[in-house]
């Protein structure tokens, strides 16, 4: 045996006698120990994590205040032929999570019947419960402005002007007690048998901010 490997078990006690038979020292036991945090046992020889019955494990606090509401947008037209009974767009509705005060924004881009003053009607609606509300709806023609209503219900006419309309505007707030859902529901003003077209891209937007 060379004096190199001599040396090399020597630095971890083992030991060669003259006859080349080798001494392995007796090892000591390792104790492993149980670490308890918070009443929850981890025991580092086996890796394991020991609850005690009746620990309760308390998650820090969920701010649903960011993530309430939301955000939805027509992908096809929305045709509205000889009714002045509001109905809801499809594609405009939004999920409520849960009580509180929302920001509400909206647009309806329309396609009125020029020259029949058939014009256009809108609402919110929905299943949540409203408490309260401040919402306004502009009503424009172009860059020619119609008219502006506040509402302060669900199913309240938030425009209804009878002559051509390009798109209405929606902002404001509201308050709901429990969930359900906000749409944007739209109407002829003055029924007609020449179509009126809700476009694509008209949009929907609700926003926890309370």
């Not at 001494?23 to 020991?50: Q, R």
Request: proline share 1%; hydrophobic share 40%; aromatic share 4%.
């Amino acid at each position: 045996m060379s004096d190199d490997l001599i040396g090399m078990l020597g630095r971890i006690g083992i030991t060669v006698n003259g006859s080349g038979s080798l001494t392995i020292p007796t090892l000591a036991a390792t104790t492993f120990t149980a670490t308890t945090i918070n009443g929850l046992t981890v025991t580092t020889s086996t890796g394991t994590l020991t609850v005690p019955n009746g620990t309760t494990t308390t998650a820090p606090a969920f701010n649903d205040t960011l993530v309430a509401g939301g955000q939805a947008v027509t992908t096809a037209t929305f045709n509205i032929v000889n009714t002045t009974t509001l109905a809801n767009v499809t594609g405009l509705s939004v999920n409520v999570l849960n009580s509180g005060t929302y920001r509400i924004r909206g647009l309806l881009a329309a396609i009125g019947a020029a020259g029949n003053g058939v014009g256009v009607k809108a609402a919110i609606g929905g299943t949540a419960t409203l408490t309260s509300g401040q919402i306004k709806g502009e009503n424009f023609n172009g860059t020619t402005y119609n008219a502006t209503t506040w509402v302060t219900a669900l199913g309240s006419d938030l425009a209804n002007f009878a002559n051509t309309c390009t798109d209405v505007k929606i902002d404001g707030t509201i308050v709901v007690n429990a969930a359900g859902t906000i749409t944007v529901q739209a109407a002829q003003a003055t029924a007609n048998a020449t179509t009126t077209t809700i476009t694509k891209g008209s949009f929907l937007e609700l926003l926890r901010i309370s």
